[in-house]
C-alpha cells in the first residue's frame, strides 16, 4: 500500500507539472542591448567600437523584422502564416529609443569643431549626419564615409572630454524669465520682453543641449536651486576669424560660412524659406548683426500670422520669431536669424529667411563683417 500510495502520488505530480508547463506561456524573448546608461563617464568614454556594435546589431535586428514581417504578408496558407508569426515574436525586441551616450560626445565635439550638429540631443537624426558630412568637408576627408574610424579618430584628436561640470549661480535662477509666452503676435507685442521660461531653457541654450537631454544627464537634479553642479556638455571656444563669404545651401538645408581663404570657418544646419514664401536668390550682402532685435511684423509685405492684419512691433528676446539674433540682408526683409525653437531647425519651413539655432545665429554675428561679407544663395 505504501508503494501504492508514493506511485500515486508521483503519478499526481507528474500529472500536476505536465498541466503547468501546457498552460505557461512562452517566455518573451529577451531585448537587444540597449546603450549604456546616461552618466558623466558613459559621455566622456564612449567609443566608436561599442557604438558600431549596438548599431550594427540593431540594422541586422531590423533586418530579420522586416524580412519576416514581409514572410507573414506573403503567407498562402493559415499554417505558414501562423508559423511566420511565431517566428516573428520571438525575435529580441529594440531597445528603448533614447539618448546614446556615444552620440551626445560625438554631437559635442562636432559642435566644438564649428561643424553644428544643431541642437544636441543623442540621436542619429539628419542634423547630425549633415554634422558628420560637414566636419569631413572641413578637414579634407571623402564626403561619402560617414561616421567611420578615421572620422572618430580626428574628432577625438585632442583627447578632451565632452563634459564638463557647471554650478548653478543665483543669476542664473533670476533671470528675466517669462513663463507664459503665448503664440498670437499681437499678444507678444504686448509684452516688453520674450525671454526663456526658466532657467533650464536658459542653460539649455548656453550649452546648445535639448532640455530633456539636460535632465536626463542630471537625474534628480532641482534645477530651481542654486549651487547646484550639474554636467553639462563642453561645447569649447567660439569660432575665430572674418567672414568673407556665405553660401545658403537650401536643397540640403545648411549654411556654410568661409574667410578670406577660403576656408570654411563654420557650417550649421538651416531652415530655409517655405513654398509660400520661398528665400531669396542670388547674391547678396550683409548690413549688419543686430543682438536681441526687436521684430516688426507686417503682413503685407511678408505674411499672415493667426487673424493679425495689422503691423506690429514685438519686443526683443531670445524666444521672439527671430530669436536672439538677426543678420541683416542687402535685399530688404530679409536676414539670417535665431529661433525660438532650436530643436526644429531644419525640420520646419521659415518665412523666407535663413533661421539658424540661436548660437548658431550669435556665432555667425561675431565674424560677419557689415558691407563686406557676401551671402549667395544656392541649390
Not at 506511485?7 to 505530480?13: E, P, Q, S, V
Not at 535586428?61 to 520571438?90: C, I, P, Y
Not at 569631413?136 to 577625438?156: H, I, N, V
Request: charged share 25%; aromatic share 6%; with cysteine.
Amino acid at each position: 500500500m505504501v508503494h501504492m500510495k508514493i506511485l500515486i502520488h508521483g503519478l499526481a505530480a507528474a500529472l500536476i507539472g505536465w498541466s503547468v508547463a501546457a498552460h505557461a506561456q512562452p517566455a518573451p524573448p529577451p531585448a537587444l542591448p540597449g546603450p549604456p546608461a546616461l552618466t558623466e563617464q558613459s559621455i566622456d568614454t564612449a567609443d566608436f567600437d561599442g557604438w558600431r556594435s549596438r548599431a550594427d546589431a540593431g540594422a541586422k535586428a531590423d533586418a530579420d523584422r522586416n524580412a519576416l514581417e514581409d514572410g507573414v504578408a506573403k503567407a498562402k496558407t493559415k499554417k505558414a502564416k501562423k508559423a511566420a508569426r511565431e517566428k516573428l515574436a520571438s525575435l529580441p525586441k529594440p531597445p528603448n529609443a533614447g539618448p546614446d551616450p556615444f552620440l551626445i560626445r560625438a554631437q559635442i565635439l562636432l559642435d566644438r569643431a564649428h561643424a553644428s550638429p544643431g541642437v544636441i540631443d543623442g540621436r542619429d537624426g539628419d542634423n547630425f549626419k549633415k554634422a558628420v558630412k560637414a566636419f569631413r568637408e572641413m578637414r579634407g576627408m571623402p564626403l561619402d564615409g560617414g561616421l567611420d574610424p578615421a572620422l572618430w579618430s580626428a574628432l577625438t584628436g585632442d583627447q578632451g572630454r565632452a563634459t564638463k561640470s557647471y554650478v548653478i549661480y543665483s543669476e542664473d535662477l533670476n533671470g528675466r524669465y517669462v513663463d507664459d509666452l503665448p503664440k498670437d503676435y499681437a499678444k507678444l507685442a504686448k509684452l516688453k520682453w520674450l525671454g526663456f521660461r526658466d532657467a533650464v531653457e536658459m542653460l539649455g541654450e548656453r550649452f546648445h543641449v535639448d532640455e530633456p537631454l539636460l535632465r536626463a544627464m542630471n537625474p534628480g537634479v532641482d534645477f530651481k536651486k542654486a549651487g547646484v553642479a550639474i554636467i553639462v556638455p563642453d561645447t569649447g571656444a567660439f569660432p575665430e576669424g572674418k567672414v568673407e563669404r556665405i553660401t545658403v545651401d537650401k536643397r540640403l538645408g545648411e549654411l556654410r560660412a568661409y574667410d578670406a581663404t577660403d576656408k570654411i570657418v563654420m557650417i550649421a544646419p538651416a531652415t530655409i524659406g517655405s513654398p509660400d514664401t520661398p528665400s531669396p536668390e542670388g547674391k547678396m550682402t550683409v548690413n549688419g548683426a543686430f543682438p536681441d532685435p526687436v521684430y516688426v511684423y507686417n503682413p503685407k509685405l511678408n505674411f499672415q500670422q493667426g487673424k493679425n492684419k495689422q503691423k506690429l512691433t514685438l519686443p526683443p528676446g531670445p524666444n521672439g520669431p527671430v530669436g536672439a539674433m538677426w543678420i541683416d540682408l542687402s535685399k530688404p526683409t530679409y536676414g539670417i536669424h535665431g529661433t525660438p525653437e532650436p530643436s526644429q531647425i531644419s525640420k520646419t519651413a521659415s518665412h523666407g529667411c535663413v533661421r539658424l539655432t540661436n548660437w548658431d545665429a550669435a556665432d555667425l554675428g561675431r565674424l560677419v563683417d557689415p558691407k563686406k561679407t557676401t551671402v549667395e544663395f544656392t541649390e
